[in-house]
């Protein structure tokens, strides 16, 4: 949903994984990535070996023109993400003007250059009409800051037809969700004009 928000016209999405978070997350499915609102024929996923592989392959992909987001997937609290790799990461696309998300499953929290970095959790959606199934819905806590206050949080609904996440609402469902503003939770509103002002790493 993030790599929806960030991708830059004209350009794909890439989703880098290490073989071990592919095993243990299940594999990516692409029906369930066009419900969300995503062209699978835009996204490309790439299984590295280990973690090492993974961060050279991130810091290269980085540096491409081609993508407007790249999302790096690992298991765990691997040694050889530290400080200097979070670093390079981080410069890469300063200088490109993508979007980094580290997606870290089963991590505790470490150092990082990270803008932000946040905790998600699911959560029960909100049902629609008829009792249909509602909209992806998840809390979200934000652990780290770095220009500004943390630890705040939210409970937020995917909306696939606006792509943006928006509050959730505990009423019925013929109340309209809010959108939530990029002054509230500083990610979600990024734009293309701005991709090059901001960190662009997110863990």
């Known amino acids: 949903m993030l790599s929806l928000r960030a991708k830059q016209t004209g350009k794909s999405i890439l989703w880098l994984r ?13 029906a369930g990535f066009a419900e969300l609102g995503g062209d699978p024929s835009a996204l490309f996923i790439v299984v590295a070996p280990d973690e090492a592989t993974l961060l050279r392959s991130a810091v290269d992909a980085l540096r491409c023109d081609d993508f407007g987001a790249v999302v790096i997937e690992c298991w765990g609290s691997p040694a050889i993400l530290d400080l200097t790799a979070s670093r390079r990461l981080t410069l890469a696309a300063d200088r490109s003007g993508a979007t ?45 800051r770095r220009s500004g206050p943390s630890g705040k949080s939210w409970r937020v609904e995917w909306s696939r037809d606006n792509q943006c996440f928006q509050e959730h609402q505990q009423s019925t469902f013929r109340q309209k969700p809010k959108t939530l503003s990029g002054s509230v939770v500083p990610f979600f509103g990024v734009g293309q004009a701005a991709a090059r002002e901001r960190s662009k790493l997110i863990a």
Do not use: C, Y
């Open 18 to 30: 290490t073989l071990a978070a592919s095993r243990k997350g299940g594999r990516f499915n692409p």
């Open 100 to 144: 980094a998300i580290m997606l870290r499953l089963g991590a505790r929290e470490q150092p990082s250059t990270a803008s932000t970095r946040w905790a998600v959790r699911s959560a029960f959606s909100r049902p629609l009409e008829a009792n249909a199934p509602g909209h992806p819905t998840m809390d979200l806590t934000l652990l780290r």
